[in-house]
C-alpha cells in the first residue's frame, strides 16, 4: 500500500497533534528574524554569502571537501547517483526499504538511466555484508552490469529511525574500499544519529565518499539539504543541479535559517527522542495484543506501532486517532501516517510540547481500549 497519512477535524476545543512526519515544521521565531535580514546573492553564480557560509561549515561539520546547498534530500540523493554512475551500464546497491528504492518515483532509472541492486534491510537498517560482497560486480563481462555505487541510510527512516552500528559501516567501508566502490549516505535525519548516538558527524561519515542531510525536518528549516564530498564531486553536482533546475538565485534567505539550525537546533532533537518514548512505553504499558512497540529499538524520533491486522488496519487506526466526537472524553486529533497496512508511524519534532505529547498519549489510549471493546462486542 502507499504512505497513507489522515488529517481531520475543523471542530473547535479540539487540540491537533500532527505527528504524520517531521517535514512539516514550521521555522522557529528566531529563523524568521534571520531570514528577513539575511545577506544575499546569486548563488548559482556563488555569490550568496549566505549559502557560501553555511555550504563552508556543513563540510567542515562532515569532514569534507566541500558542500552544495539543493532543494530536496532527494535531489541530493540523484545527483550522488549521477555523478557515480556516470557510465551506461552501472548500477548502484541499496537496501530494499531504503528511501531511494521507496519513495524517489524511481528518479534513478528513470533520470539517470541506472538500476538498483536491492538488498533486503534489517530490521536496524544494516544489510548484509556477505550479500554486498555477492552483489559487487566489477570487471564483469559484456551481459553484466557493472556495480559504481553503495547507498545507506542513516537514521533508517522505514527502520523506525534506526541509527546506524558504527561497526557495520566500518566493516561495509572495508569492503567497499576492497572494490574500489564509494559510498553515498542518504543522511536526511543524519544528526538524529548525532545526537543518539554521542559520535560527531565527521566520523560516522568519515569513509562516506559523500553525505547529505537535511535541514528541513528535524532542524525546522523552511527548505533544503545539503550535499558534501570531494571539491570534484561537488563540482560535478552543481553542474547536475543548474540540468535538473536545482540553482535557486537568492536562496540566502533561506539558507539563513540553516545556519541558524546549525547552533540551535541540533542539540535539542534530544527533546524529540525523549517525547518518542514517553509514547512508546505508554503503549507498551497496555499490554495489547493488538498494538505493540518494541521498547528496546525506540532510538530516535521515529516511532513504528505495529497491529494485529485481523483484528484492525493502519487506515481504521489512523481514522480513530483523527477523529473527536461530541461523546469522546479526549478532544484530540492525533494525525500520523502508515507505510502499510500492520505498521502505524509517529515522527516528533520541534513542534510538539510536552502537554502535546501527554494528549497524544491520552487519545492513542483511547482508541487502543476503543479498538479493544469492539473485539468483546463482536
Known amino acids: 500500500m502507499p504512505y497513507e497519512t489522515v488529517s481531520f477535524t475543523n471542530k473547535k476545543d479540539v487540540r491537533v497533534v500532527d505527528i504524520r512526519t517531521d517535514t512539516i515544521t514550521k521555522p522557529t521565531p528566531a529563523m524568521r528574524k534571520v531570514m528577513a535580514v539575511a545577506e544575499v546573492g546569486d548563488s548559482v553564480f556563488g555569490e550568496d554569502p549566505t549559502v557560501n557560509e553555511l555550504e563552508r561549515r556543513c563540510a567542515e561539520l562532515m569532514g569534507k571537501e566541500d558542500a552544495v546547498y539543493l532543494p530536496s534530500g532527494t535531489m541530493c540523493n540523484l545527483i550522488a547517483i549521477m555523478v557515480y554512475c556516470n557510465k551506461h551500464g552501472t548500477e548502484f546497491i541499496a537496501g530494499d526499504r531504503s528511501h531511494t528504492f521507496l519513495y524517489e518515483q524511481g528518479g534513478a532509472a528513470v533520470l539517470a538511466g541506472v538500476q538498483c541492486s536491492l538488498i533486503p534491510n534489517n530490521p536496524d537498517g544494516t544489510f548484509s555484508l ?28 522505514m527502520c523506525g529511525g534506526k541509527v546506524l552500528p558504527l561497526e557495520w559501516l566500518d566493516s561495509l567501508a572495508q569492503i567497499a574500499q ?12 543524519l544528526m538524529h544519529a548525532v545526537v543518539q548516538s ?5 566520523r560516522i561519515a568519515r569513509d562516506m565518499e559523500s553525505v547529505f542531510f537535511c ?18 564531486f561537488i563540482t560535478q553536482a552543481k553542474r547536475l543541479r543548474k540540468m535538473l533546475g536545482g540553482g535557486v538565485r537568492q536562496v540566502g534567505i533561506i539558507a539563513a535559517a540553516g545556519l541558524l539550525a546549525l547552533d540551535e537546533m541540533i542539540d535539542r532533537l534530544q527533546i524529540d527522542h525523549d517525547h518518542v518514548y514517553q509514547i512508546a512505553k505508554a503503549i507498551d504499558s ?9 521498547l528496546s529499538s525506540v532510538q530516535t524520533n521515529i516511532l513504528m506501532i505495529s497491529l494485529d491486522t485481523r483484528v484492525v488496519t493502519a487506515k481504521q487506526v489512523l481514522q480513530k486517532l483523527a477523529m473527536v466526537s461530541e461523546t469522546d472524553e479526549v478532544k484530540v486529533s492525533v494525525q500520523a501516517g502508515a507505510p502499510s497496512p500492520s505498521v502505524i ?10 502537554d502535546d505529547v501527554r494528549c497524544a498519549i491520552d487519545k492513542i489510549k483511547m482508541v487502543m481500549k476503543e479498538v479493544q471493546s469492539e473485539i468483546l462486542i463482536s
Open 286 to 294: 497496555m499490554e495489547s495484543k493488538i498494538f505493540r512497540v518494541d
Open 178 to 189: 576492497q572494490y574500489d566502490v564509494p559510498i553515498h549516505m542518504d543522511g536526511a535525519r
Open 215 to 232: 535541514l528541513s525536518k528535524g532542524l525546522a528549516c523552511p527548505m533544503g539539504s545539503v550535499l558534501c564530498g570531494k571539491k570534484s
Open 130 to 157: 556477505d550479500l554486498v560482497k555477492e552483489r559487487i560486480r566489477v570487471n564483469t563481462d559484456f551481459h553484466e552490469p557493472s556495480t559504481a555505487l553503495i547507498i545507506v541510510e542513516n537514521t533508517h527512516n
Open 198 to 202: 554521542g559520535i560527531s558527524a565527521k
Open 345 to 354: 508511524r509517529l515522527v516528533l519534532h520541534w513542534e510538539i510540547t510536552s
